[in-house]
C-alpha cells in the first residue's frame, strides 16, 4: 500500500490510498508522523493536489466504486470534507473513538454504506453523533458489545410563499434516534430504547425487527421493559424477524427468535430456499421439549 499525504498541525494528512485491494486499512503513521487526518475527496475519483509526498510505490489508486470497506486508525481526528464523495460500493467503514472533525458532503451518493464500527466500549464517548449527522439513510453502528440500528429519515421545507416564510420538517424516527447520546458524547441507551415505542408508529416492519435484534442480540445497558418491548414485537412479526436473519446470515439472531419460541417451520422453508444450510440447521436442531419423568406421586 501506498500513501500520497502532506503535513499537517497535527501529524500527517492523507490525500490518497494506493495499491490493490478494495478494503483498504490506512495506517497509523507516515515516515514517522501519526496519521490524524483524511483530506477533501480522499477516496473520491478526484485529481490529487500536485507537490503531495509519496510514501510507496504503488499506482492504482483505491477510489470511487472500486472502495468497498476502509479501515482508519485510532489516531484520525478529523474526516475532512467530501471524503468518501461518490463511493457507491462503499458499504462499511471502521474507526476509532477519536473522530472530531467532519467536513461537509461526507458520504454523498455512498448508497450502500451500512455500517460504521467502532472501536471502543459501547458507553465510551464517540464521535458516533456527528457521523450520523451526516447520513440520513439507514445505518448501523457497532461498538464492541453494543449493535444499534438508526432509520432512515427525510428532512425538507415548505415554503410559504406570500410570506416568504420556510418551514423545517422532518419524518422519521431515525431523526430522533440520533439525538440520543449524553453531553459527554457517548450513546444514551435508555432514550434510545425509549423511542422505539414511537417508532412502532410510523417505522416499517424491516426496520423495528432490525432495531429489536439489534438491541436483543447484544444487549448492552438495556432495561427489563425495554427488553419485554423488543421481544413482544418480534414474537408479533415472526416472519419478518426470521427473514431478516437469514437474509443478513446472522446466527446469533436466528438462536435468539428459536429461543423464543417462534415457529420456525416457514423459516426453515425459507432457509432452505436461501441456501443457507448453517441456518437451517438451528431451525431444525430446535431443543425440543423434555420428556416428562414420573415419580410414585403421580400414581
Known amino acids: 500500500m501506498s500513501i500520497i499525504w502532506e503535513p499537517c498541525a497535527a501529524g500527517a494528512r492523507v490525500l490518497r490510498v494506493l495499491g490493490d485491494s478494495p478494503c483498504p486499512a490506512v495506517p497509523e503513521t507516515v515516515e514517522g508522523l501519526p496519521v490524524t487526518e483524511i483530506g477533501p475527496y480522499c477516496f473520491?475519483?478526484?485529481?490529487?493536489?500536485?507537490?503531495?509526498?509519496?510514501?510507496?510505490?504503488?499506482?492504482?489508486?483505491?477510489?470511487?466504486?472500486?472502495?468497498?470497506?476502509?479501515?482508519?486508525?485510532d489516531t484520525v481526528r478529523t474526516l475532512h470534507s467530501a471524503a468518501f464523495y461518490n463511493c457507491r460500493r462503499l458499504r462499511r467503514l471502521?474507526?476509532?473513538?477519536?473522530?472530531?472533525?467532519?467536513?461537509?458532503?461526507?458520504?454523498?451518493?455512498?448508497?450502500?454504506?451500512?455500517?460504521?464500527?467502532?472501536?471502543?466500549?459501547?458507553?465510551?464517548?464517540?464521535?458516533?453523533?456527528?457521523?450520523?449527522?451526516?447520513?440520513?439513510?439507514?445505518?448501523?453502528?457497532?461498538?464492541?458489545?453494543?449493535?444499534?440500528?438508526?432509520?432512515?429519515?427525510?428532512?425538507?421545507l415548505d415554503e410559504n410563499t406570500p410570506a416568504h416564510i420556510f418551514n423545517h420538517n422532518i419524518e422519521g424516527e431515525g431523526y430522533r434516534m440520533r439525538q440520543c447520546f449524553t453531553a459527554a458524547g457517548a450513546?444514551?441507551?435508555?432514550?434510545?430504547?425509549?423511542?422505539?415505542?414511537?417508532?412502532?408508529?410510523?417505522?416499517?416492519?424491516?426496520?423495528?425487527?432490525?432495531?429489536?435484534?439489534?438491541?436483543?442480540?447484544?444487549?448492552?445497558?438495556?432495561?427489563?421493559?425495554a427488553r419485554a418491548d423488543y421481544e413482544f414485537y418480534l414474537r408479533a412479526h415472526p416472519a419478518a424477524a426470521?427473514?431478516?436473519?437469514?437474509?443478513?446470515?446472522?446466527?446469533?439472531?436466528?438462536?435468539?427468535l428459536v429461543g423464543l419460541g417462534?415457529?420456525?417451520?416457514?423459516?426453515?422453508?425459507?432457509c432452505a430456499r436461501a441456501g443457507w444450510s448453517a441456518g437451517a440447521a438451528i431451525l431444525l436442531g430446535r431443543a425440543k421439549r423434555a420428556k416428562k419423568s414420573y415419580s410414585f406421586d403421580d400414581l
Do not use: M, W
Request: proline residues 4%; charged residues 25%.
Open 44 to 73: 473520491a475519483d478526484k485529481p490529487v493536489k500536485a507537490g503531495a509526498r509519496r510514501s510507496g510505490a504503488d499506482t492504482h489508486e483505491i477510489t470511487g466504486n472500486f472502495v468497498e470497506e476502509v479501515t482508519l486508525p
Open 94 to 156: 471502521s474507526l476509532g473513538a477519536g473522530v472530531e472533525g467532519l467536513g461537509s458532503d461526507l458520504f454523498t451518493n455512498c448508497r450502500s454504506l451500512a455500517r460504521l464500527c467502532l472501536r471502543a466500549a459501547p458507553d465510551a464517548p464517540t464521535g458516533l453523533k456527528k457521523l450520523l449527522g451526516a447520513i440520513s439513510a439507514d445505518i448501523t453502528a457497532e461498538f464492541d458489545g453494543a449493535r444499534l440500528f438508526y432509520p432512515e429519515y427525510s428532512e425538507f
Open 187 to 225: 450513546v444514551d441507551y435508555a432514550a434510545f430504547d425509549a423511542s422505539f415505542a414511537q417508532a412502532c408508529v410510523g417505522e416499517g416492519e424491516g426496520a423495528l425487527c432490525r432495531l429489536a435484534l439489534g438491541r436483543l442480540v447484544l444487549p448492552f445497558a438495556l432495561g427489563g421493559q
Open 242 to 256: 426470521f427473514r431478516l436473519a437469514i437474509d443478513t446470515r446472522d446466527e446469533a439472531a436466528l438462536r435468539l
Open 262 to 270: 417462534l415457529p420456525t417451520a416457514e423459516a426453515a422453508a425459507y
